[in-house]
């Protein structure tokens, strides 16, 4: 039962011993493998060139435009427990993180670098939350533990047109059985501007298998005056056709807020609106995630997930928003999963 202590993210197992080997890639190892960190031999123009070998020769590397770089290749079984990484913002919208588990041909997480940790709208800003945390000044970590049985693979590709330098990057994992009823994390952005005779924004849809749903990410970039949370988040599952089985009561209460937020920010362990954002001559753009840790939302067989874009017209009536939603959903299944939508190109995942 060791292997039930890597899935455990509290303090009680720490004291117990395991027979797990962790490991580590960065540029200064990019396998992870033992004993092979620190190898890389500095040229005369390197930072590192009056130390040698062994010190801080290759902490980062470069992403080349059209290109797609392997993180990590790692052999099975583990769990992924830590990610971190750093990079000029330019990058968050225009480079696709993509994470294949046991030699699938199709990826289980597929999104943008900033928005898989809580980024959005390409800005940087603090994110203090359990799973994910974003500390100054653009500190991405990611401890969502992902268990893989066979084969952990992690790209990503620059979509930019300039080569991006200065990638920092570090993932940390432990070799280790894994139990058979372990899931497998899952992360898929989306993008839609609402319409006014549906204003609705489709999060996660056409998912197959059992699994439990465990967050939500929204950048909201909000194309008119006024309140814009009006909206409910309704989850469809197994067998659900025009109704939800879940139904929420309102944007903000999903978010464990209240009262229109009353035009405050917030950052907690499970949930937050970290960004609120209104500079001279831009619309107002809105960050916000929630994380059910404490309250995964189970499926048997298939999972849709929606928000409503809703706000008030002068009359007190809800008006119906168009508005610019992007959004990442977080969830655990057993593989095989379905195929994702075809990812967006770069300039359908901007907003202005």
Sequence with gaps: MNELYQLNMGL????????????????????????????????????????????????????????????????????????????????????????????????????????????????????????????????????????????ARITIENQHKESIRGFYYQITYTLTEIPANAAYFHAQWRRSLTRRDYPEHVLLDGVQGQGHYVGTFLAWTQLSNDWWGEGEIKFYMDGDAEFPTICGTGTEDYFCGAWGFEGETYSAPFQGYPLYRKEPGEVPRHSLYRWHVLDPIRFKQELKVTIQALGWWPNGKFEPLTDDIASVAYWYQSEPHAPFPTFPLVHERWSR
Aim: hydrophobic share 35%.
């Design 12 to 151: 009680g197992s720490l004291p117990l011993l395991t027979g797990a080997e962790t490991r580590s890639i960065s540029a200064e190892n990019p396998t992870g493998e033992r004993g092979n960190g620190a190898r890389a031999v500095p040229d005369a123009n390197n930072a590192a060139a009056m130390l040698g070998q062994g010190w801080k020769v290759r902490p980062c590397i470069t992403l080349e435009p059209g290109t797609t770089t392997t993180l990590a290749d790692v052999a099975g079984p583990g769990i992924i427990q830590h990610i971190w990484i750093t990079v000029h913002p330019k990058a968050y919208r225009d480079t696709i993180l993509r994470f294949y588990w046991d030699n699938e041909i199709t990826p289980s997480i597929e999104v943008p670098l900033g928005d898989f940790f809580c980024n959005g709208h390409a800005l940087r800003y603090n994110v203090n939350s359990l799973p994910v945390a974003v500390n100054p000044s653009g500190g991405f970590n990611s401890y969502w533990p992902m268990p893989f049985k066979q084969r």
